[in-house]
């Protein structure tokens, strides 16, 4: 088994190049082609707008060979692992790796609480009332890194930086809001990075499928979109990125093998197409006979020692929490197959394995003179 993921090449390389052009400190390589863009423009605005879930192969088959994002993607990248939008943003906007945010899928284990957390809303997973739970608030404060890009520019006080998404404070309504402030602040005079969030197509390709009619709308919609923004802007540089593709999924239940469940120690974490498994010590050879033999031909079967060795979560300083947010297993899917359980949700679209869908993404570049 392979790390497929290229860390010379993913998006903690983008975003290191990002740091490098506003004089930030960046503990990854940049990559070159994209520090020469920005070297030789000198660009007075820098805009990202992420896609949630718009892979490269997504576009391929949505969009013809002339529109506007395929003429101006320079290559597909990877992303982190996993390809979820829990660690793929948080890397995007720090320039950090999973291995050194700990910010490692939806699902984690918070061995200092003893419970399995819903990361983002920060709920125990499979708690039916999804009550928030401060201790795990908490947790995240004191070990998860998540200082951005825009927080550092900001900080610096040499540059201006700018963040917009649809929730949380000062959030946009619609996408033409977002498009109008995004035009709005780059006429503003001053260097300056924006960094624009969109939550589809991936709400939409969860629950409708990944290449719904809807789908297909929305991504139409934004490549026009974007195209428009660009004949308004001067002196600008837009990278249109996504933090992870998606596939059509097949959904099994981990329930329907009780054999399997009784090797349990607490509820699997991460992502039910990158399964993290605890498994009692003396079940763990039966677990991984009962695993090879039910679920082989669908997951890879990564050991942690496997996990740590090939730093399939990136390079780094290991966050403290990184071990013991582990499992002694990590299944990985190869094909269109999940593996639910408690607090799993059932959607027709998923992403976080390992399969092209889901782990290219797609660096589009505008250069806007």
């Given at each position: 088994m392979e790390v497929k993921n290229n860390y010379n090449?993913?998006?903690t390389n983008f975003a290191s190049s990002i740091r490098k052009y506003f004089d930030l400190d960046y503990k990854h390589k940049t990559i070159e082609y994209i520090d020469k863009i920005l070297e030789e423009r000198k660009p007075k605005n820098v805009v990202t707008i992420l896609f949630d879930g718009m892979g490269s192969n997504i576009i391929d088959k949505i969009l013809s060979p002339d529109s506007f994002f395929i003429k101006h993607r320079i290559k597909p990248i990877t992303t982190v692992f996993p390809a979820t939008t829990v660690a793929a943003t948080t890397t995007i906007q720090t320039g950090l790796n999973p291995v050194e945010t700990g910010m490692l899928g939806w699902s984690m284990y918070f061995?200092?609480?003893?419970?399995?957390?819903?990361?983002?809303?920060?709920t125990e997973k499979g708690d039916i009332e999804e009550k928030q739970l401060k201790e795990a608030e908490e947790f995240k404060k004191k070990y998860m890194k998540t200082k951005t890009i825009v927080q550092d520019i900001n900080k610096s006080e040499k540059y201006k930086a700018y963040k917009l998404f649809p929730f949380g404070e000062n959030s946009y309504s619609n996408t033409d809001e977002m498009f109008a402030r995004i035009e709005k602040i780059c006429s503003e005079d001053g260097k300056k990075y924006i960094y624009a969030y969109d939550i589809e197509p991936d709400h939409s390709m969860h629950r409708q499928g990944t290449y719904c009619d809807e789908v297909k709308d929305i991504i139409k919609d934004r490549n026009e979109k974007v195209e428009q923004l660009c004949k308004n802007l001067h002196d600008?540089?837009?990278?249109?990125i996504a933090d992870h593709g998606h596939i059509t999924v097949e959904n099994m239940v981990l329930k329907d093998y009780p054999d399997v469940v009784e090797c349990l120690e607490r509820n699997t974490s991460l992502e039910p197409r990158a399964v993290n498994f605890f498994i009692k010590q003396e079940k763990k050879e039966i677990f991984v006979e009962l695993f090879n033999k039910y679920f082989g031909e669908d997951f890879d079967l990564w050991t942690k020692e496997e996990v740590i060795n090939k730093k399939l979560f990136g390079d780094g300083e290991e966050n403290t929490i990184?071990?013991?947010a582990l499992g002694d297993y990590l299944a990985i899917s190869k094909n269109?197959?999940?593996?639910?359980?408690?607090g799993d949700k059932e959607f027709l679209s998923q992403h976080a394995g390992y399969t092209d869908d889901e782990i290219l993404v797609p660096l589009i570049v505008i250069e806007i003179d």
């Amino acid at each position: 088994m392979e790390v497929k993921n290229n860390y010379n090449e993913t998006l903690t390389n983008f975003a290191s190049s990002i740091r490098k052009y506003f004089d930030l400190d960046y503990k990854h390589k940049t990559i070159e082609y994209i520090d020469k863009i920005l070297e030789e423009r000198k660009p007075k605005n820098v805009v990202t707008i992420l896609f949630d879930g718009m892979g490269s192969n997504i576009i391929d088959k949505i969009l013809s060979p002339d529109s506007f994002f395929i003429k101006h993607r320079i290559k597909p990248i990877t992303t982190v692992f996993p390809a979820t939008t829990v660690a793929a943003t948080t890397t995007i906007q720090t320039g950090l790796n999973p291995v050194e945010t700990g910010m490692l899928g939806w699902s984690m284990y918070f061995k200092e609480i003893d419970k399995t957390i819903n990361v983002f809303p920060e709920t125990e997973k499979g708690d039916i009332e999804e009550k928030q739970l401060k201790e795990a608030e908490e947790f995240k404060k004191k070990y998860m890194k998540t200082k951005t890009i825009v927080q550092d520019i900001n900080k610096s006080e040499k540059y201006k930086a700018y963040k917009l998404f649809p929730f949380g404070e000062n959030s946009y309504s619609n996408t033409d809001e977002m498009f109008a402030r995004i035009e709005k602040i780059c006429s503003e005079d001053g260097k300056k990075y924006i960094y624009a969030y969109d939550i589809e197509p991936d709400h939409s390709m969860h629950r409708q499928g990944t290449y719904c009619d809807e789908v297909k709308d929305i991504i139409k919609d934004r490549n026009e979109k974007v195209e428009q923004l660009c004949k308004n802007l001067h002196d600008t540089v837009i990278f249109v990125i996504a933090d992870h593709g998606h596939i059509t999924v097949e959904n099994m239940v981990l329930k329907d093998y009780p054999d399997v469940v009784e090797c349990l120690e607490r509820n699997t974490s991460l992502e039910p197409r990158a399964v993290n498994f605890f498994i009692k010590q003396e079940k763990k050879e039966i677990f991984v006979e009962l695993f090879n033999k039910y679920f082989g031909e669908d997951f890879d079967l990564w050991t942690k020692e496997e996990v740590i060795n090939k730093k399939l979560f990136g390079d780094g300083e290991e966050n403290t929490i990184f071990r013991s947010a582990l499992g002694d297993y990590l299944a990985i899917s190869k094909n269109n197959k999940t593996l639910l359980y408690e607090g799993d949700k059932e959607f027709l679209s998923q992403h976080a394995g390992y399969t092209d869908d889901e782990i290219l993404v797609p660096l589009i570049v505008i250069e806007i003179d």
